[in-house]
C-alpha cells in the first residue's frame, strides 16, 4: 500500500464568484485544488482524492502544475457554489449552493496511506462522520470545520450550524482548522482566542484560526500568530484552504511556529493572484526573508 506526506479528501467545486464590484469570475475551485497545489509546492509527496462529475469536470486541466497523485471518484452531481462578497477585503460573503456532490463513502477511499489527511469537505455531511473516525483512527487528521458545520437551507443558501458529533470526534482530531466565524458559532466565543481555547478543552489537540489579518494557532497551552502580509487581495478565495494545507505539510517536520511561518508567508503570496499557489518553495522562503 502506497504511503504520502499529505493526502487530501474533498469535492471540486465549479464556483461563481461575484467581487465587491460586480466583476464576475466563474472557475473550478474547492479545497481539494487549493491544498494539493499548496502542499505539492512545498516538497510534500501528495494524493488528492477529489470527487465530482467527471464525465464534463476538466479533471487534469484543473490539476495541471500540481505535483500530485490523482485519485478521483465520480459522483452523479457535482458541487456548485454562488459566492458573492460584501466588501472591498473580501472578508464577508453570501454563499449560496447551487449543487453538491453525493456524500463520500467508506467503500469509495482509495487504498493508500498518508502521514496527515486533510479532511476538506465543503457543507456538512460531505465527508460523513464514519469516514472522519475512520481515517483519524488510522492516523493523523486535519479537520477543516466548514465540512462539517455548513447547512444548506431549501433555497441553497448557506448557513453555519453547530456540530452534532464535536463532542464525540474532536478528540480525535490532530489538527483542527476555522475561521473566525466557524469558531464563534461551533463555541459562542466571538474572541479568536477564547475559542481556540474552548476548541482544545473540546479535544482538539492543535486549533488553526484564519482571519483575514493574521493566521493564529493554539496547541493547548501556547498561542502562536503571523500577520498575513499580501500586498493585495485578488487571490482572497482560497485563503484557509491553502494556510492549513501549508501547515499541515510543514508541520510533519517542523515545530509549530516554523510551520506557521512558512504557511503564512505562502498564503500572503497565494492571495496576491488569484487561483491556486503556482509557485516554489524558493518563492516562499525570499517572501520571508522580504516581508516576515
Known sequence: MQTFDYAILGQLSLDIDVDFDGAALRHFGGAVVYGAFAAGALGMEVAAVPKGLWKEDPMEAIFEGAKARLFPIE????????????????????????????????????????????????????????????????????????????????????????????????????????????????????????????????????????????????????????????RNLSGRTGRGDTAFAAYLSMRLAHSIPDALLWATALVSLKMETPGPFRGSSQDVEAFIRQFM
Not at 93 to 118: D, F, G, K, N, Q
Not at 188 to 200: F, H, I, P, S, V
Not at 207 to 228: A, R
Request: charged share 25%.
Open 75 to 230: 459522483s452523479p452531481t457535482r458541487t456548485s457554489i454562488s459566492n458573492v462578497y460584501l466588501d472591498a477585503d473580501r472578508e464577508k460573503r453570501r454563499s449560496t449552493a447551487l449543487s453538491r456532490i453525493r456524500p463520500y463513502a467508506l467503500e469509495e477511499l482509495p487504498p493508500i496511506r498518508a502521514r496527515v489527511w486533510h479532511l476538506a469537505g465543503l457543507m456538512a455531511g460531505d465527508i460523513p462522520s464514519p469516514v472522519i473516525q475512520r481515517l483519524a483512527e488510522a492516523g493523523a487528521v486535519g479537520l477543516d470545520l466548514q465540512g462539517v458545520m455548513r447547512q444548506v437551507a431549501s433555497d441553497g443558501s448557506m448557513y453555519l450550524s453547530d456540530w452534532p458529533d464535536k463532542e464525540r470526534l474532536l478528540p480525535k482530531i490532530r489538527f483542527l482548522k476555522a475561521d473566525a466565524a466557524e469558531a464563534q458559532a461551533l463555541t459562542g466565543q466571538t474572541d479568536r482566542y477564547e475559542a481556540a481555547k474552548t476548541l482544545c478543552r473540546l479535544g482538539a489537540r492543535e486549533v488553526m484560526i484564519t482571519h483575514n489579518s493574521e493566521v493564529l494557532v493554539y496547541d493547548g497551552q501556547t498561542f502562536y500568530g503571523q500577520p498575513i502580509r499580501s
